[in-house]
């Protein structure tokens, strides 16, 4: 079974800096894709960025970016002049391609404030 | 539509009482999930319909809990004699498909909460 796991349960940065959000995950398998997914109070999930396993080049957009490191089974997320809005909660999510059924695995999720 | 929706936005019950949650997925969307959001924790997986019938419902905490999507696009999330461990913001997303491509990509609609008391 696939697990997430994200060990940092709050983040704190000021604004207009750099900040990085940790992500481990465990699998077997070969052929996947990672999220990342923002969840402000609205409680909508909106998605922020998605990799490819198979792809070795970093996704990014915009001020968002991430390392992904396959071997490591690590995938962070770095934001880059941080926003207001950007206060929200962050998940990292797994999910195996091809398979019967394209669920999503959560992570614990971080709690990300940024400060004026 | 413009979003994945879901009704009621929040809904208060009894324990014991009968629920259902609605979600209508993105316009052309043949996938659809159910997850469940507990309070601190990430989402869930529940059930996922792929057109009109459920291809996975692994998800499902007990027969209590079961959900239609009749004709492949409004799925509706059914839980009976409910209880206060039930008490939760129920996700429901929608995509285009499921054959490993960049369709895959799931979008959320601003979930149910749902709380028992």
């Known amino acids: 079974a696939q697990t997430v796991t994200q060990s940092q349960p709050e983040m704190s940065v000021q604004e207009a800096e750099t900040v990085t959000l940790s992500c481990t995950y465990d699998t077997s398998e070969s052929n996947y894709y990672l999220f990342w997914y923002k969840q402000p109070p609205s409680r909508q999930m909106i998605l922020v960025i998605r990799q490819e396993a198979y792809k070795q080049q970093n996704a990014t957009e915009n001020r968002f970016s991430v390392n992904f490191q396959k071997a490591a089974k690590s995938f962070s997320l770095k934001i880059s002049d941080s926003q207001l809005g950007d206060t929200a909660m962050y998940f990292c999510a797994f999910m195996k391609r091809g398979g019967a059924t394209n669920k999503l695995i959560f992570g614990t999720g971080t709690l990300l404030a940024v400060q004026p | ?117």
């Open chain 2, 1 to 117: 539509g413009a979003g994945v929706s879901q009704t009621p936005s929040n809904k208060v019950t009894e324990k014991g009482k009968y629920v259902e949650l609605r979600c209508d997925p993105i316009s052309g969307h043949t996938a659809l999930y159910w997850y469940r959001q507990s309070l601190g924790q990430g989402p869930e997986f529940l059930i996922y319909f792929q057109g009109t019938g459920a291809a996975d419902d692994s998800g499902l905490p007990n027969d209590r809990f079961f959900a239609v999507r009749p004709e492949g696009s409004v799925s509706t999330l059914k839980i009976q004699r409910t209880e206060r461990g039930d008490s939760a913001v129920y996700l429901c997303a929608s995509s285009f498909r499921t054959s490993g491509g960049a369709g895959d990509t799931q979008y959320f609609g601003p979930g149910t909460r749902l709380t028992v008391l």
